[in-house]
């Protein structure tokens, strides 16, 4: 009933046998201009109270303490075994869900989860007494509409890997464990150099030990720079083969356990938001990867910020 799709380790769009075309972008060009982000007339629809950071411990080393990622969503599926949840997603506002273009189209999808930590339980506890901490309240809700990008493209050669859900009903904001990822909205979030930093990734997925995991995982994983993804994915191509990649971000770190985080779900990073708060930002979506962890290549994510103005025109009260 719970089967999870499988992340890093054997992502349905795997990089079999390093034949994905990685397309690369080293100018760094966007297709939305930042005055249409800043000056859009849906911007209000995004909320300021977003992406609070919960000062956490990973339990276990990976297990993410409860409450810490509340925007995390889980998608489910009509398939031949019955409903499974297959990717994930991050909750934008009330209505709305971010996710992969590939999570969406053309799939029979039942509906969103939001406040699930894990999958295995109707109650979800952390601790021991007496500081024991429990949370039994999950949210199910129907779709109303799946938004690809119009010009999303499969594999090999996979763009713009980006799209929107909008839910039949709003989510219940006032339980601690349903939450909203902030977005970067502003032109410094939009321009921010990643390269070198470290992200949060967070999921229910695979592990290193080629497990399914039923709890809600999380890890920090590096941001690679254009250049040194290029380096990686171009390794033993000949000349004049070497790819491009637009609008697209590498993170994973060689030699650390990067497998954890669904398909379609948020690569975060802390920064200063709006009022210069600390908060986590959402400036990725799970696209794809290599298919051993540790295997030396990173996985792929759909670049938020150039995308923001599409997420915009595509959401509405």
Same mark, same amino acid.
């Given at each position: *009933?719970?089967?999870?799709? %499988?992340?890093?380790?054997?992502?349905?769009?795997?990089?079999?046998?390093?034949?994905?075309?990685?397309?690369?972008?080293?100018?760094? $060009?966007?297709?939305?201009?930042?005055?249409?982000?800043?000056?859009?007339?849906?911007?209000?629809?995004? @909320?300021?109270?977003?992406? *609070?950071?919960?000062? $956490?411990?990973?339990?276990?080393?990976?297990?993410?303490?409860?409450?810490?990622?509340?925007? *995390?969503?889980?998608?489910?599926?009509?398939?031949?075994?019955?409903?499974?949840?297959? +990717?994930?997603?991050?909750?934008?506002?009330?209505?709305?869900?971010?996710?992969?273009?590939? +999570?969406?189209?053309?799939?029979?999808?039942?509906?969103?989860?939001?406040?699930?930590?894990?999958?295995?339980?109707?109650?979800?506890?952390?601790?021991?007494?007496?500081?024991?901490?429990?949370?039994? =309240?999950?949210?199910?809700?129907? #779709?109303?509409?799946?938004? @690809?990008?119009?010009?999303?493209? !499969?594999?090999?050669?996979?763009?713009?890997?980006?799209?929107?859900?909008?839910?039949?009903?709003?989510?219940?904001?006032?339980?601690?464990?349903?939450? #909203?990822?902030?977005?970067? %909205?502003?032109?410094?979030?939009?321009?921010?150099?990643?390269?070198?930093?470290?992200?949060?990734?967070? !999921? &229910?997925?695979?592990?290193?030990?080629?497990?399914?995991?039923? =709890?809600?995982?999380?890890?920090?994983?590096?941001?690679? $720079?254009?250049?040194?993804?290029?380096?990686?994915?171009?390794?033993?191509?000949?000349?004049?083969?070497?790819?491009?990649? #637009?609008?697209?971000?590498?993170?994973?770190?060689?030699?650390?356990?990067?497998?954890?985080?669904?398909?379609?779900? @948020?690569?975060?990073?802390? !920064?200063?938001?709006?009022?210069?708060?600390?908060?986590?930002?959402?400036?990725?979506?799970?696209?794809?990867?290599?298919?051993?962890?540790?295997?030396?290549?990173?996985?792929?994510?759909?670049?938020? @910020?150039?995308?923001?103005? &599409?997420?915009?025109?595509?959401?509405?009260?």
């Amino acid at each position: *009933m719970h089967a999870l799709c %499988v992340v890093f380790a054997c992502l349905s769009c795997a990089l079999a046998n390093q034949k994905l075309i990685l397309e690369f972008n080293l100018t760094a $060009t966007t297709p939305n201009s930042v005055e249409s982000v800043e000056n859009h007339p849906n911007l209000g629809l995004l @909320p300021d109270t977003c992406g *609070m950071i919960k000062e $956490t411990k990973l339990l276990g080393g990976r297990s993410a303490e409860l409450y810490a990622y509340p925007w *995390m969503a889980l998608i489910s599926y009509k398939t031949r075994l019955g409903p499974q949840f297959e +990717c994930s997603g991050s909750l934008i506002n009330e209505r709305y869900v971010l996710t992969a273009a590939h +999570c969406i189209s053309n799939l029979e999808l039942l509906g969103v989860r939001i406040g699930e930590h894990d999958v295995d339980t109707t109650s979800d506890c952390q601790g021991e007494p007496p500081t024991l901490t429990c949370e039994s =309240k999950i949210q199910d809700i129907r #779709i109303e509409e799946a938004i @690809p990008h119009p010009e999303y493209h !499969g594999k090999p050669n996979i763009k713009n890997d980006i799209g929107i859900i909008r839910l039949k009903k709003p989510v219940d904001l006032s339980f601690k464990n349903a939450g #909203i990822i902030c977005l970067p %909205v502003s032109k410094d979030l939009q321009s921010r150099n990643l390269g070198g930093q470290h992200a949060t990734v967070a !999921g &229910w997925g695979y592990t290193e030990k080629g497990y399914v995991s039923s =709890k809600l995982l999380a890890v920090d994983v590096l941001i690679h $720079t254009a250049e040194s993804c290029l380096e990686l994915f171009n390794r033993g191509r000949k000349p004049g083969e070497e790819d491009e990649t #637009i609008n697209k971000i590498c993170a994973g770190e060689i030699g650390k356990n990067s497998c954890i985080g669904d398909l379609g779900g @948020p690569l975060m990073v802390r !920064g200063a938001y709006k009022n210069n708060e600390k908060r986590f930002i959402q400036h990725g979506i799970m696209s794809y990867g290599p298919r051993l962890c540790a295997s030396g290549f990173p996985g792929v994510y759909t670049d938020v @910020p150039k995308y923001m103005k &599409w997420i915009l025109d595509n959401i509405r009260p």
